[in-house]
């Protein structure tokens, strides 16, 4: 295809309806003249509050374990049978978590923490480690009896029991959580 010659007069006239033009030096233009760049995006942190998962006005009585003890739940409407599947190992343990050498309250936050997390990705069983409890006050296991506590509490809890020997004994706790509305099907 040839490139097609124009008359000067169609020039002028292309010129003057086009009026004034600049040369643009880089690609990069703003449409106004008075708008500014807009800022880079910063993700939004979702700040979730994990104490909104336990279950405050539940009046649980539980009796103070000592540290050789051994602890169970079964939330209502369970079958037995899941429980003893638990502790047999039936589920097989997704995700652990180890809370020794931290106080009360940061053990709590690491629990809330870690539940939230294994529920998100979809773990079905899970492995806390508490310890027994030797080195506290009168042989009175304070994350032990916090955490059974706590685990009872939890929306997404169906089922815990003691660990079996190999997997920690009195001092582990296996935990039988919800499947996430996503994961159910």
């Known amino acids: 295809m040839s490139k097609k ?5 169609d020039s002028d006239l ?3 309806s086009i009026g004034k033009v600049k040369v643009v030096k880089n690609d990069a233009w703003l449409l106004r003249a008075d708008a500014k760049p807009k800022p880079k995006p910063i993700p939004r942190i979702e700040t979730i509050e994990f104490s909104e998962k ?3 006005h539940r009046d649980i009585v539980t009796d103070k374990l000592s540290a050789e003890d051994t602890f169970s739940f079964l939330s209502p409407g369970l079958q037995k049978n899941v ?3 638990l502790r047999q190992g039936y589920f097989g343990a997704d995700a652990q978590l180890d809370l020794h050498g931290l106080t009360s309250s940061q053990a709590k936050q690491q629990v809330l ?19 027994k409890g030797y080195r506290s ?11 059974n506590l706590w685990l ?8 815990f029991c ?3 020997a190999k997997d920690g004994g009195a001092g582990a706790v296996i935990v039988l959580l919800h499947l996430a509305e996503k994961y159910a099907d």
Request: proline share 4%.
């Open 14 to 16: 292309f010129r003057q």
């Open 113 to 131: 923490h870690f539940l939230h997390l294994c529920v998100e990705d979809g773990c079905r069983c899970v492995h806390i480690i508490h310890g």
């Open 152 to 159: 009872r509490q939890h929306n997404d809890v169906q089922a």
């Open 137 to 147: 006050e009168n042989d009175f296991p304070v994350l032990k009896n916090h955490l």
């Open 162 to 164: 003691s660990a079996s």
């Open 83 to 85: 429980l003893k599947k």
């Open 54 to 56: 336990l279950q405050e």
């Open 5 to 9: 010659k124009l008359s000067p007069e």
